[in-house]
């Protein structure tokens, strides 16, 4: 297939006067990083891609944390929002020479965070595209028509990409959010540091493998899992024939949950608590002894019972040295295709690819 080798729509879970919005730990990097995982893990294996457009605005951090994301080196492109960035970024990954292809465009809009007098017409509202490009051919003039003349680049794709029996991935459920009541606390300067629970951004940094990918280690003498990976087997301590191995991002089960109240929480979720309130925390079981505590995004304390099978999405977790940190968070599993159109494939839970 020329051009475009696989494509995915990821569509927040939340909903202001009927439009998707992001919700408060969510931005453009969070919302693209999704995307490009639901295309990650329901495409056909790809070689590494050389290459990341971006289109919208991202955080500053996005020079190293999508090559974090990645798990490789990539050259990271940003491109100006909407579609004059989306038709630039189309051009520059289909113009690569082909040592630089394969490339991925990755477009999120986030219209609610935007000025209200100023903001576009969106149809679709807040969400994200993750477009793979193989390492030949080009877009049709009517694809690239379909992508770039929508009234906005996230409808123009889902447009593109339904052509191609492509369908968003959904969240299970839709919560209404008021963007106003979120927006004191999303666009808050991330100045607040909490001494108490400090992470030096050098461990930060050096632990992202681990915290972002769900990358462990299994020993070849005994088989543990060692999570996260310290280059030691937990079990026999072995340091030698440890081979990385991939934690599954979603499925999960949760083993134990308790909610956070306002004041029993560390420090650094200070600003979340007061302007969210409450949140929950559940112990998941990723892999054979292996759990994970991670916050609940998505759902309300208590929506998240012992036994659930729950994802696992990258999300904004606390302000800290000017910076937003970004880890993994427990989230409902949601529908891998959207019910109307669903009877084509013929069921929910189908994977969104372009084959
Ligand atoms: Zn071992």
């Known amino acids: 297939m020329p051009g475009v080798v696989g494509g995915a729509i990821y569509v927040p879970g939340f909903v202001s006067d009927g439009r998707p919005v992001a919700g408060p730990d969510e931005d453009a990097f969070t919302l693209a990083a999704t995307a490009w995982e639901e295309l990650?893990?329901?495409?056909?294996?790809l070689p590494p891609a050389?290459?990341?457009?971006?289109?919208?605005?991202?955080?500053?951090?996005?020079?190293?944390?999508?090559p974090a994301l990645f798990g490789h080196p990539i050259d990271v492109v940003p491109h100006p929002s909407?579609?004059?960035?989306?038709?630039?970024?189309?051009?520059?990954?289909?113009?690569?020479?082909?040592?630089?292809?394969?490339?991925?465009?990755?477009?999120?809009?986030?219209?609610?965070?935007?000025?209200?007098?100023?903001?576009?017409?969106?149809?679709?509202?807040?969400?994200?595209?993750?477009?793979?490009?193989?390492?030949e051919g080009t877009l049709s003039s009517a694809e690239r028509d379909l992508l770039v003349q929508g009234p906005d680049p996230v409808s123009g794709a889902r447009a593109f990409l339904a052509s191609r029996g492509v369908r968003p991935s959904l969240p299970a459920g839709r919560r209404a959010l008021a963007p106003s009541s979120v927006?004191?606390?999303?666009?808050?300067?991330?100045?607040?540091?909490?001494?108490?629970a400090y992470v030096p951004r050098a461990r930060y940094l050096e632990n992202l493998g681990s915290r972002w990918r769900l990358v462990a280690e299994r020993c070849g003498h005994c088989g543990t899992l060692t999570f996260p990976a310290r280059g030691a087997c937990r079990s026999c301590l072995a340091r030698e024939g440890l081979s990385p191995y991939s934690l599954p991002r979603d499925g999960?089960?949760?083993?134990?949950?308790?909610?956070?109240?306002?004041?029993?929480?560390?420090?650094?979720?200070?600003?979340?608590?007061?302007?969210?309130?409450?949140?929950?925390?559940?112990?998941?079981?990723?892999?054979?002894?292996?759990?994970?505590?991670?916050?609940?995004?998505?759902?309300?304390?208590?929506?998240?019972?012992?036994g659930a099978h729950v994802g696992t999405r990258l999300r904004r977790l606390y302000p800290m040295e000017g910076e937003w940190r970004y880890g993994r968070k427990a989230v409902p599993l949601g529908q891998r295709s959207?019910?109307?159109?669903?009877?084509?494939?013929?069921?929910h839970g189908a994977p969104t690819h372009a084959a």
């Open 183 to 196: 927006r004191p606390f999303v666009e808050a300067p991330p100045t607040a540091v909490s001494e108490g």
């Open 252 to 306: 999960g089960t949760v083993v134990a949950t308790t909610t956070i109240g306002p004041g029993g929480q560390p420090t650094e979720f200070d600003g979340q608590v007061a302007a969210l309130g409450e949140y929950a925390v559940v112990l998941v079981e990723l892999g054979p002894g292996v759990c994970l505590t991670l916050q609940v995004a998505d759902a309300a304390p208590g929506e998240l019972p012992i």
């Open 82 to 135: 909407g579609r004059p960035g989306l038709a630039e970024a189309l051009a520059q990954a289909e113009a690569d020479p082909s040592e630089a292809r394969p490339a991925v465009v990755l477009v999120a809009e986030l219209p609610e965070r935007a000025d209200p007098a100023s903001a576009p017409a969106f149809d679709l509202g807040a969400g994200a595209v993750a477009l793979r490009f193989g390492a």
């Open 50 to 66: 050389r290459v990341v457009h971006l289109v919208g605005e991202f955080p500053r951090m996005v020079d190293w944390g999508f």
């Open 40 to 45: 990650a893990s329901s495409a056909p294996p």
């Open 338 to 347: 959207e019910g109307a159109s669903a009877g084509a494939r013929g069921s």
